[in-house]
């Protein structure tokens, strides 16, 4: 099952579009936002896009949920499952206790991937490329035997997006 993790995209409509798109031509079955949505723009993006997707309210989306029942907007922590894999998915790293298979965060603006006592803890990084001139999203891959992480990343005015892969066996 591949995951396309996006979070962190502010006021970056464009640039959350290119992710997404990425991310669907790549394969992904789900799209998961991690906060931080700030745009009712973005929101439309991800209900559009063709694929089921699941978005966590951030530290700077309470405006959004005036439309909470229009879209899969949810409040951290929040547990899901799919196949044989658990799931936390939550905006401020708050609730990184190792309780489930796969702990998603954002808000720090900065990737990281760590597997560590069974538990994958993945941050995708900043899609609006505010601390820093590059966005950035990923892609996980779950398989029974493994974790595969892919980092895209983009500079800002340029055309090329950068891979980097991750494998962890679980």
Not at 76 to 99: G, S, V
Not at 113 to 121: D, I, K, Q, R, Y
């Amino acid at each position: 099952m591949k995951i396309g993790i996006i979070s962190d995209t502010h006021t970056k409509v464009k640039k959350t579009a290119y992710a997404i798109e990425t991310l669907v031509k790549e394969g992904a079955e789900l799209i998961v936002h991690a906060g931080d949505i700030v745009e009712l723009d973005i929101l439309d993006l991800l209900k559009d896009c063709g694929l089921k997707y699941i978005a966590v309210y951030g530290n700077n989306d309470a405006h959004l949920g005036q439309h909470h029942s229009k879209y899969n907007l949810v409040q951290e922590p929040y547990y899901f499952k799919m196949q044989d894999t658990k799931f936390k998915l939550m905006h401020l790293p708050f609730y990184m206790t190792p309780d489930t298979d796969v702990v998603i965060s954002g808000h720090t603006h900065t990737f990281h991937c760590e597997f560590e006592n069974s538990t994958l803890f993945i941050n995708p990084g900043e899609v609006c490329a505010r601390s820093k001139p590059t966005s950035e999203w990923m892609m996980l891959n779950v398989s029974e035997e493994k974790f595969c992480v892919v980092r895209y990343t983009r500079d800002n005015k340029s055309e090329i997006t950068q891979k980097e892969e991750y494998i962890y066996d679980r």
